[in-house]
């Protein structure tokens, strides 16, 4: 079984709410990656988690603030967003495993939209 | 800088129509080139991994193959349910960024 669980679907928020994106595995993945994409343009990373702790972080304004719980999860705190914020965000995992490589797997996304 | 490269952006087929994508990549101590396919609205979903030069993989309708420089994915006899983005990816390090390449619309009709 190879899958990522993202809740929600959709999220419709205002510029001064705060709201929660979830991300849950269960495949003993240790790597938690967050991406977010815009249409029609790939995966943009955002964060990374390794074993727990926050391993990437591609300048990514401080209104999203990433946690990581325990190795089966992955939260991103949304608060005070803008309107270009509005976008697929991605959540994957990764075994970081001694192979060759490691193959990062996607959850089905959560579409949020900023008002 | 590390680049990945795709092209066509878009493709239209007739069903039956086999084609080519390509996706050329400059990652330095490149570890290995990955293949999804994304439908709209949802995340990719995996397809292939490529280590090195000269390996091939296929799965289906597709086939994945790697040269040092490029990489294809050929479709042969393509279904409308083939309809989708293909995003081609390199890595560098496990638990690092892939770094994408634009992807390819794939348009079959029947």
């Known amino acids: 079984d190879t899958e990522v669980t993202q809740t929600p679907k959709h999220l419709v928020m205002g510029m001064t709410n705060k709201k929660s994106l979830k991300c849950e595995q269960h495949?003993?993945?240790?790597?938690m990656y967050w991406y977010k994409q815009k249409a029609k343009k790939p995966p943009e990373l955002m964060f990374v988690y390794s074993y727990e702790k926050l391993s990437i972080n591609e300048s990514v304004p401080s209104r999203f603030s990433p946690e990581c719980p325990n190795s089966s999860l992955l939260n991103l705190h949304l608060h005070a967003l803008q309107p270009e914020d509005s976008a697929l965000y991605l959540c994957a995992s990764s075994f970081m495993g001694q192979g060759r490589t490691d193959t990062q797997y996607f959850g089905p996304g959560t579409r949020l939209t900023v008002l | 800088e590390d680049q990945v490269t795709q092209s066509p952006e878009a493709l239209r087929l007739q069903e039956g129509e086999s084609s080519s994508l390509n996706c050329s990549y400059t990652?330095?101590?490149?570890?290995?080139l990955f293949w999804y396919r994304q439908d709209p609205g949802k995340g990719p979903e995996f397809l292939f991994t490529?280590?090195?030069a000269g390996e091939e993989k296929e799965k289906e309708r597709l086939k994945a193959t790697l040269t040092k420089k490029e990489s294809f994915l050929h479709i042969t006899a393509p279904k409308p349910e083939d309809s989708a983005t293909y995003l081609c990816a390199g890595e560098k390090a496990a638990g690092n960024k892939l770094t994408f390449g634009g992807g390819t619309r794939v348009l079959v009709k029947p």
């Open positions: 990652v330095s101590g490149l570890r290995g």
């Open positions: 495949m003993g993945h240790r790597a």
């Open positions: 490529l280590y090195s």
